[in-house]
């Protein structure tokens, strides 16, 4: 499916709730289908919200590869060896399992927040400082219609908070910082 682009009107919309009795849909199930084949193509993504392929519903996607990120991250913190050529791991290169997210609400989240950087498959190429809750916790349902409790830390965490404002018509450039923008 094509990405669609600022300044796409159903990217500032706020996505209507999926039906529980919609989630098992041949409709749901292709979106799905057609939101996880969009987002193996993309290099630099792991996270791709339904407005983002232009249908105005509540669900979102995020890889495993956030996980992975997550881990290569604290692996390297905890590491006081200096990172040469020779001691760093090759970044993994897999298929990559993904976590389905509808009508997704915060249950719950820190009172602690991290800066950290950020960009956008529909805002290619420009970057900024977003400060954003270092844990949170959802519910929502998967693509079964199961409701389920997900908390995330860290990188994880800021990946759903930016999925979770798509559905609410907000983009990441509405509130970042230190903003670089693509030569033009």
Not at 50 to 79: C, H, N, Y
Request: charged share 30%; with cysteine; glycine share 6%.
């Amino acid at each position: 499916m094509p990405i669609v682009q600022e300044p796409h009107p159903v990217l500032r919309q706020h996505a209507r709730d999926i039906d529980i009795s919609e989630i098992s849909s041949k409709k749901i199930k292709n979106l799905i289908a057609a939101m996880k084949r969009t987002l193996a193509s993309t290099p630099d993504g792991v996270g791709l919200a339904a407005p983002q392929v232009g249908q105005d519903v509540r669900l979102f996607i995020i890889s495993d590869e956030a996980e992975e990120i997550d881990r290569i991250q604290i692996e390297k913190q905890k590491s006081s060896e200096k990172q040469t050529p020779e001691n760093t791991k090759p970044y993994p290169v897999r298929e990559w399992h993904y976590y389905i997210f509808i009508n997704p609400r915060v249950i719950k989240n820190s009172k602690h927040k991290l800066d950290g950087n950020e960009g956008c498959l529909s805002v290619p190429g420009v970057f900024g400082t977003i400060r954003r809750y270092e844990k949170i916790t959802m519910q929502a349902y998967d693509e079964h219609g199961k409701k389920f409790t997900r908390g995330a830390t860290r990188f994880f965490a800021r990946v759903m908070q930016h999925e979770l404002d798509h559905l609410n018509g907000t983009l990441f450039i509405d509130h970042a910082t230190n903003v670089v923008h693509p030569e033009k």
